[in-house]
């Protein structure tokens, strides 16, 4: 007998860590073998929660899916994530859920230097065991940590091919990710920076120009047999390329830099949302660029709250 209960749209669902982001500027020319004096914050942090805040704040629709601490610290973490209006009905709350992560940045607002500490995230593959068909089912795509354990990653894979959902992958960690490249052959789109894509293809691609880096990361994709791949360039911009050799390449927004931390999440999260709602890869990477140089300007981990039809993005 059909279920005729209906469900709610999941919108972009994001699979992913939380982390808190301890992070310590100076109040003058940063030096790294002396004592820094400044300021310290907390922030909320971790990419899959940046990205899902982030597409939040484009007035979409979004459900996250993650494990949080059971302390009032967690229950922190979960109460803004509703307030701005994510779904976070897939959070488990658990002893040690969540992350940190050490940063220390120097008076041009650039990293100088982190430490990081993951948690155990085995318990989101029994969310999905135990919910993902009807998370899946009721998304328009699907975001994931790429360098999750195998199993979930495996998991989220295998139930976006069953119910066909676009799936695009975001990396914390690429050392780990590149461990699994099977598995990357399934993501419609993978999301990363120059130096991430570096490790990916075990090449240096630091000085090399865009136009001879699109040739070669065409080249890397198609022995690869990955489909596409955005690549974030910094302040030279941002390019994608396809399997069929189709590539394009987007100008960076200039602004001045507060903190870098995050704008390649909000990056991820815009380019994935015009991807999902009909955008072309140039038209998702200038919304991803807009997004990235707003959390640049700040000292935020996450963009601001956008109008919805700042981006022209029609949600299903």
């Known amino acids: 007998m059909k279920n005729n209960v209906i469900q709610k749209k999941n919108g972009i669902v994001v699979v992913g860590a939380i982390f808190v982001d301890i992070k310590g500027f100076p109040q003058d020319i940063y030096v790294p073998d002396g004592r820094n004096a400044g300021y310290i914050?907390?922030?909320?942090?971790?990419?899959?929660?940046?990205?899902?805040?982030?597409?939040?704040?484009?007035?979409?629709?979004?459900?996250?899916?993650?494990?949080?601490?059971?302390?009032?610290?967690?229950?922190?973490?979960?109460?803004?994530?509703?307030?701005?209006?994510?779904?976070?009905?897939?959070?488990?709350?658990?002893?040690?859920g969540m992350g940190t992560w050490l940063a220390v940045f120097d008076h041009n607002g650039e990293l100088a230097g982190s430490i990081s500490h993951r948690p155990n995230l085995m318990p989101i593959y029994s969310i999905l065991e135990e919910n993902g068909d009807a998370i899946i089912e009721n998304s328009d795509s699907v975001v994931a940590e790429i360098d999750m354990d195998e199993e979930i990653v495996e998991k989220v894979v295998y139930l976006c091919q069953k119910h066909n959902k676009k799936l695009f992958g975001v990396v914390s960690n690429m050392n780990i990710a590149i461990e699994r490249k099977d598995l990357l052959k399934q993501f419609d789109c993978l999301i990363c920076n120059q130096l991430e894509s570096s490790i990916l293809f075990s090449r240096d691609f630091k000085e090399i120009s865009a136009e001879e880096l699109s040739h070669t990361l065409i080249d890397e994709l198609q022995q690869s047999e990955f489909n596409s791949l955005i690549v974030t360039l910094g302040e030279a911009g941002s390019l994608y390329v396809k399997n069929n050799g189709e590539s394009g390449f987007c100008q960076a927004r200039q602004i001045e830099v507060k903190d870098t931390t995050g704008a390649g999440d909000a990056f991820c999260a815009g380019a994935s949302a015009g991807l999902t709602y009909g955008k072309s890869m140039l038209e998702a990477m200038k919304i991803g660029s807009h997004l990235a140089s707003s959390v640049i300007a700040s000292c935020e981990n996450v963009c601001p709250c956008f109008s919805q039809d700042k981006f022209d993005i029609v949600k299903k």
């Open 41 to 96: 914050e907390y922030i909320h942090g971790g990419v899959a929660r940046n990205v899902v805040e982030d597409i939040a704040n484009l007035g979409l629709n979004s459900t996250f899916v993650s494990i949080v601490d059971n302390t009032a610290l967690g229950e922190d973490v979960k109460q803004r994530l509703q307030n701005r209006n994510v779904n976070t009905d897939y959070m488990k709350s658990i002893e040690n």
